[in-house]
T-cell receptor, first 113, second 113 residues
Framework: GNSVTQMEGPVTLSEEAFLTINCTYTATGYPSLFWYVQYPGEGLQLLLKATKADDKGSNKGFEATYRKETTSFHLEKGSVQVSDSAVYFCALPGSGNTGKLIFGQGTTLQVKP | DTGVSQDPRHKITKRGQNVTFRCDPISEHNRLYWYRQTLGQGPEFLTYFQNEAQLEKSRLLSDRFSAERPKGSFSTLEIQRTEQGDSAMYLC???????????FGPGTRLTVT
């Protein structure tokens, strides 16, 4: 079935540093890909998505490009802020047509002032 | 649009007791999902409904777990004879049927003592 692998955390950066969180996937076909973010004490929020190969999703300064050649969907941000400190999850639909999402284990980002 | 709501936000119970959680999805969404999230892990799919029909259940969902969505609106998740291993965050999400884009509630944190 479909699966996703994220880089281990935590990732600790200084404010204004460049962020990359790696995500690779295994899937049948070319499913939509998602990044969700979970701030402390809150539920998951959709951060960005890409629905087909070579698409770039973007939101709040974050970007991710759907690369079918490397089966990757890495999350990037040029200049992180303390308020970006959160757990980031890469996700894709499960096999079949249920709509359920398969999540990576999450990557914790800590941004220090 | 008030978003997905869940009640209660926190539940502490003793082993062997039954608990019930409620989820109210976004009103125009006909798909509703339940996930479980343990510390340091991504959400794991439990079950989902399209309108009032429960269309898939994960193998994670033992026979102590039951979910309903009687009128295709809110849903309840009941855990009977709780065990310490049931301690987790229970997340509800909703979506329209033509998209994989899911919107999550804040979750119910269950602690079984």
């Amino acid at each position: 079935g479909n699966s996703v692998t994220q880089m281990e955390g935590p990732v600790t950066l200084s404010e204004e540093a460049f962020l990359t969180i790696n995500c690779t996937y295994t899937a049948t076909g070319y499913p939509s890909l998602f990044w969700y973010v979970q701030y402390p004490g809150e539920g998951l929020q959709l951060l960005l998505k890409a629905t087909k190969a070579d698409d770039k999703g973007s939101n709040k300064g974050f970007e991710a490009t759907y690369r079918k050649e490397t089966t990757s969907f890495h999350l990037e941000k040029g200049s992180v802020q303390v308020s970006d400190s959160a757990v980031y999850f890469c996700a894709l639909p499960g096999s079949g047509n249920t709509g359920k999402l398969i999540f990576g284990q999450g990557t914790t980002l800590q941004v220090k002032p | 649009d008030t978003g997905v709501s869940q009640d209660p936000r926190h539940k502490i119970t003793k082993r062997g007791q039954n608990v019930t959680f409620r989820c109210d999805p976004i009103s125009e969404h006909n798909r509703l999902y339940w996930y479980r999230q343990t510390l340091g892990q991504g959400p794991e799919f439990l079950t989902y409904f399209q309108n009032e029909a429960q269309l898939e259940k994960s193998r994670l969902l033992s026979d102590r777990f039951s979910a309903e969505r009687p009128k295709g609106s809110f849903s309840t998740l009941e855990i009977q004879r709780t065990e310490q291993g049931d301690s987790a965050m229970y997340l509800c999400a909703s979506s329209q049927s033509n998209t994989y884009e899911q919107y999550f509630g804040p979750g119910t944190r269950l602690t079984v003592t």
